[in-house]
Each structure stands twice: as C-alpha cells, then as structure tokens.
C-alpha cells in the first residue's frame, strides 16, 4: 500500500516499472533541446507527403522546403529546416551550429547512411527516427515500380536501439 501513496493520483505501477528521477530529468531535457528526426523508408512510402500532411514545416518561421525556398509559417520562435538529398554537408552544420531543429527527408534505408548524419550531431540534440515500413502492397499503391520495392528488400537495414536515437517510431501498414 505504501508503494501507491509514493505515487501521483493513486497509480498502481509496479516500483520496477515506474520512471525514476533520471528518466524524468532525461524527458524534461529533451523538451527543450534541439531536435533531428531522421525520416527513414524508401521512396514513395510517404516521408514527404507526411511533412506536409501533418505540418512539420509549420513549427518554423524559416523552414527550408524541398525547393531551397524560405517561407513565412506560424510560429515566429522556433526555426525546423526540412533537409533533402541536396544540402551540402556545410549547410547541415550551420544549422547544427545555431542548434536549429532539422527533419532529414532521405531515403536513410542503410545503417552506415544514417551513421554519417547521426554523427554530425552533438549529444544534446534530441534525435527520433520515424521509420516506415510498410508491406509491398502498399508500397506499389503508393506508386512504388517493382524495382524500387526490390531495391528496398535488398538494402533496408532496420534501425535498432543501439543506434544513435533516443527514440524510434515506427508506421506500419
């Protein structure tokens, strides 16, 4: 009984289960750094549509889009460049440097592919994987050809947890 009166509104978690103070202070952090999501399934699967669909590029005042063309969007604090397959290195660590919030629309199927970004990134930055994997059906409605559903067999490598992420999310189909 004792365990549930340490507890807020009476929850009835197990001691073994319930966060401690270092996991909390982990989150608590997390709000406020800096944060990479690193989209991650084969072409035609959705990555782009879903940026634009759920409106990543809308939390910045200068996102980036596709076409390298700022535009004005509604939150004047917070800045998110969407970085595609032609941004420079450089222009990654500039916005590293100003600790900008970035999503990385590529392709990312490749462990070594995803290694090289991660590795630009400095330890306070958040950094969340949204992966798509979906079935060779839904891949083919999406607009997917035979060999680009063919290609992805041969190289996606799943993510795993010992990757440089503090969080993996996952879309199925």
Request: glycine content about 4%.
């Amino acid at each position: 009984m004792s365990d549930v009166l340490n507890k807020p509104y009476g929850l009835q978690v197990p001691n073994d289960v319930w966060p401690d103070d270092e996991d909390i202070d982990s989150w608590m952090d997390s709000l406020n750094a800096p944060i990479l999501n690193m989209l991650i399934g084969p072409q035609k699967c959705g990555k782009t549509t879903f940026i634009n669909s759920y409106g990543l590029q809308s939390r910045g005042s200068k996102a980036t889009v596709s076409s390298r063309r700022t535009q004005n969007v509604t939150d004047p604090l917070i800045e998110i460049n969407i970085v595609d397959q032609y941004w420079s290195d450089q222009e990654i660590l500039e916005c590293i440097a100003n600790e900008e919030a970035i999503v990385l629309d590529q392709e990312n199927l490749v462990r070594k592919e995803r290694e090289r970004f991660l590795n630009m990134f400095p330890s306070h930055y958040w950094k969340v994987a949204i992966i798509w994997e979906l079935s060779d059906d839904e891949l083919l409605h999406r607009g997917c050809s035979q060999s680009q559903i063919e290609e992805k067999d041969i190289r996606y490598e799943r993510p795993d947890p010992d990757e440089d992420f503090n969080e993996l999310v996952y879309i199925f189909s």
